[in-house]
């Protein structure tokens, strides 16, 4: 899907802002890599994704952490296509486990890769909590969308997915993530399109905040 002009400068001008940074941080990596997608530079996306996750899983101060968005790590980590780093980053991840309430981001982050690394029914534990909180759409269209992927249920993954768009075009244009990186893609949808694809599944939604084309060179690209 062919991006708007305007939103080719935005990322432009994003990543002439994040070059100036001496020392960027795990989210400004993160950002870049997400510019990079949008900006179609996918050799250069993927390798900003692996950055991001080598600071996620080595930096002292590790800025998934540090702003509680463990889903951060465990999306960085599919797209970064990096599968031998499958254990360290269950490891990091686990250390967030300790936290008394992980949340919905953090059932999502547990369910997701679980799902990356084939342990299904670990998986579907987590989801459960995402399947209760029916009124918090995003997590709960995750969590129907990792059940179908599971089942491997392509009427339910194709109409979870829309449904995780849907609530994610909400939060970019009128919430939380509106002009901001974050808002330009959907991380946790690219991250289990990639899992659903990687299945022999199919992606058949459309969405300004889906690259299909990102997926299908990561497809490529092994």
Same mark, same amino acid.
């Given at each position: 899907? $062919? ?8 990322? *432009? ?44 899983? $080595?930096?002292? $101060? ?10 951060? *790590? ?5 797209? !970064? ?33 679980? #799902?990356?690394?084939?342990?299904? !029914?670990?998986? #579907? ?17 995750? =969590? ?18 829309? =449904?995780? #768009? ?8 009128? =919430? ?27 992606? $058949?939604?459309?969405?300004?905040? #889906? ?12």
């Amino acid at each position: 899907m $062919n991006k708007p002009k305007d939103m080719q400068q935005r990322c *432009l001008d994003h990543l002439v802002f994040y070059q100036k940074e001496l020392r960027p941080w795990g989210d400004t990596k993160l950002k870049t890599a997400i510019c990079l997608t949008m900006l179609q530079d996918y050799p250069a996306a993927r390798e900003a994704f692996r950055l991001t996750l080598d600071d996620f899983l $080595n930096a002292t $101060n590790k800025a998934w952490s540090g702003t509680n968005q463990p889903h951060w *790590l465990t999306d960085t980590y599919v797209l !970064a296509d990096s599968p031998i780093l499958y254990e360290q980053t269950w490891r990091e991840l686990h250390t967030f486990k300790l936290a008394p309430r992980p949340g919905l981001w953090g059932l999502h982050a547990y369910g997701s890769l679980c #799902l990356a690394g084939g342990k299904d !029914a670990e998986a #579907l534990t987590y989801v459960a909590g995402l399947l209760a909180k029916p009124k918090y759409k995003d997590m709960f269209s995750a =969590g129907q969308a990792i059940t179908a992927i599971t089942a491997h249920d392509q009427i339910s993954l194709d109409t979870a997915l829309a =449904g995780l #768009l849907d609530a994610h075009r909400g939060m970019a244009k009128f =919430g939380g993530l509106r002009e901001t990186p974050e808002g330009y893609l959907c991380l946790p949808a690219m991250a289990l399109s990639k899992v659903a694809l990687d299945r022999g599944m199919a992606v $058949n939604v459309e969405s300004e905040y #889906l690259s299909k084309g990102y997926l299908e060179y990561l497809k490529r690209a092994r």
